[in-house]
């Protein structure tokens, strides 16, 4: 995968107050245009929600020390173990000296205990954090989109769910924010992937996360998105479940 980037490609946009998108785009040979976002939560405990990949360090952290002190950081989180999700975050958490890592409780145990050079916060199912005027609430949602330690974080003062890899958009440049469509381009991208897990409790987590009524949904890839966030995940809820009725 083509991975370098220079820091002027790197975009930072406030999708939602405090809370800012940071994107690099990326060419993927064969593959085209694609783009990697990490959320920065700007608090008295700030969090990054993704660290992206290990070679992106140099521009996701010069990003990062364009809105606040690096070594301020203090919560270092992502949805599940993968590369784009975590792969920095040893990177990180060498500049950030009171940084932890942020996870799930089997994420903590299968991987995250061993890998990262300092332990883990790791969170329980339903379990809130303050972060100051913001606070987050980690969801279990196993193999939703995929990987048993996945889970998302609920920001709760401005219900935004940082919701990693769901609604996955392809494309190097999309819009920070957008009102319009985003499951037609990203229920395409799933079908021509096809990195669902194909868990028989997708619709009872969607419908789970849709119940907190989240008005921005802070996607890992492509735009974040603003809207009824509810009516959005039943719908993914829906096409997931039907495509699976065809199988």
Same mark, same amino acid.
């Given at each position: 995968?083509?991975?370098?980037?220079?820091?002027?490609?790197?975009?930072?946009?406030?999708?939602?107050?405090?809370?800012?998108?940071?994107?690099?785009?990326?060419?993927?040979?064969?593959?085209?245009?694609?783009?990697?976002?990490?959320?920065?939560?700007?608090?008295?405990?700030?969090?990054?929600?993704?660290?992206?990949? !290990?070679?992106?360090?140099? +521009?996701?952290?010069?990003? +990062?020390?364009?809105?606040?002190?690096?070594?301020?950081?203090?919560?270092?989180?992502?949805?599940?173990?993968?590369?784009?999700?975590?792969?920095?975050?040893?990177?990180?958490?060498? +500049?950030?000296?009171?940084?932890?890592?942020?996870?799930?409780?089997?994420?903590?145990? +299968?991987?995250?205990?061993?890998?990262?050079?300092?332990?883990?916060?790791?969170?329980?199912?339903?379990?809130?954090?303050?972060?100051?005027?913001?606070?987050?609430?980690?969801?279990?949602?196993?193999?939703?989109?995929?990987?048993?330690?996945?889970?998302?974080?609920?920001?709760?003062?401005?219900?935004?769910?940082?919701?990693?890899?769901?609604?996955?958009?392809?494309?190097?440049?999309?819009?920070?924010?957008?009102?319009?469509?985003?499951?037609?381009? *990203?229920?395409?991208?799933?079908?021509?992937?096809?990195?669902? *897990?194909?868990?028989?409790?997708? !619709?009872?987590?969607?419908?789970?996360?849709?119940?907190?009524?989240?008005?921005?949904?802070?996607?890992?890839?492509? *735009?974040?998105?603003?809207?009824?966030?509810?009516?959005?995940?039943?719908?993914?809820?829906? *096409?997931?479940?039907?495509?699976?009725?065809?199988?």
């Amino acid at each position: 995968m083509a991975t370098q980037a220079h820091s002027s490609d790197t975009a930072i946009d406030e999708i939602a107050p405090r809370i800012y998108r940071i994107s690099t785009p990326v060419q993927i040979p064969g593959a085209g245009g694609f783009s990697f976002n990490q959320y920065l939560i700007d608090d008295d405990a700030p969090l990054l929600f993704h660290t992206g990949l !290990r070679k992106l360090f140099p +521009v996701v952290s010069a990003a +990062v020390a364009r809105i606040l002190p690096i070594d301020q950081l203090r919560y270092i989180g992502f949805s599940h173990f993968e590369a784009d999700e975590c792969g920095a975050l040893n990177a990180f958490l060498a +500049v950030a000296p009171r940084a932890e890592p942020l996870c799930g409780q089997v994420a903590a145990m +299968v991987s995250v205990g061993d890998f990262a050079d300092r332990p883990p916060r790791a969170l329980k199912d339903d379990e809130m954090l303050s972060l100051g005027q913001h606070c987050v609430r980690w969801l279990d949602t196993p193999h939703l989109p995929h990987a048993w330690e996945c889970g998302f974080l609920m920001e709760t003062a401005t219900a935004t769910l940082l919701c990693g890899d769901l609604f996955t958009q392809g494309g190097a440049h999309t819009p920070a924010l957008t009102e319009s469509d985003i499951l037609g381009p *990203s229920e395409a991208f799933r079908r021509q992937m096809d990195y669902f *897990s194909h868990t028989k409790h997708a !619709r009872a987590m969607l419908e789970r996360l849709a119940a907190l009524q989240p008005a921005t949904l802070a996607c890992m890839h492509g *735009s974040a998105w603003r809207g009824d966030g509810g009516a959005l995940l039943r719908a993914l809820a829906d *096409s997931v479940e039907q495509d699976e009725d065809r199988t």
